[in-house]
């Protein structure tokens, strides 16, 4: 990905691009090379980018992937469980970075509006009787494909069915005690950060680890 100060400066009138605006995604737009090829034929400017960036790495499909944020909670379950660390460990061990976290009660409206669309569902009052019966552990954690690496490392939403060696395969024996939330895609991800953190809540990372977790081109 091209970091989107470069394009935006770029072309000014850039506005059709700008999915980095998405707080799941991490200051980058879609660099693929058709859309910049798309870009490149409809900006007079477009020499601009091809002079910063380099061009076998936007058209060899060489361009790094962008970061994701996404929205964990560990639920109360897993706090009066005692597994907080051993759940973030997890976490932190995949190479994984938390941006923001904070110990919190989670309100009646808070649930509402975090379980929208189950709110006219039988077995909502459960389930908001269960996430606001204890605190629970709200995090942001960030890395690549975080959205989709997160949910694979904690298995099926059932414990009975989760695989062994994921979080909810090794610690959950209930279907519905399952320890954990974590955003199911961008949208979620943007939607429900905003709705736990505020922007000013969430830190900046640059650890000196980063080149010894990651090649420097993803």
Avoid at 7 to 36: C, V, Y
Avoid at 115 to 126: I, T
């Amino acid at each position: 990905m091209v970091p989107a100060r470069i394009l935006l400066q770029s072309f000014p009138d850039s506005t059709p691009f700008r999915k980095w605006e998405n707080p799941a995604r991490i200051g980058t737009l879609d660099t693929s090379p058709g859309f910049l090829r798309a870009v490149a034929e409809s900006q007079p400017r477009s020499r601009q980018v091809f002079d910063r960036v380099s061009l076998h790495q936007l058209f060899e499909r060489k361009v790094p992937k962008a970061m994701e944020r996404t929205l964990v909670l560990l639920k109360p379950d897993c706090v009066q469980r005692r597994m907080v660390g051993r759940i973030i460990s997890r976490f932190e061990e995949k190479s994984l970075d938390i941006v923001a976290m904070k110990l919190m009660h989670v309100t009646p409206e808070l649930s509402k509006k975090h379980y929208a669309e189950h709110v006219s569902k039988p077995f909502y009052p459960g389930l908001e009787e269960f996430i606001t019966g204890a605190p629970v552990v709200a995090m942001i954690v960030q890395g690549l494909e975080a959205i989709r690496v997160v949910r694979d490392m904690l298995g099926a939403t059932s414990g009975l069915k989760a695989a062994p060696g994921t979080i909810r395969g090794d610690y959950s024996g209930s279907r519905q005690m399952n320890l954990v939330h974590a955003s199911d895609g961008p949208d979620a991800a943007a939607r429900e950060i905003g709705l736990y953190f505020k922007a000013e809540e969430i830190c900046k990372v640059n650890s000196c680890m980063t080149p010894w977790l990651r090649a420097s081109d993803e």
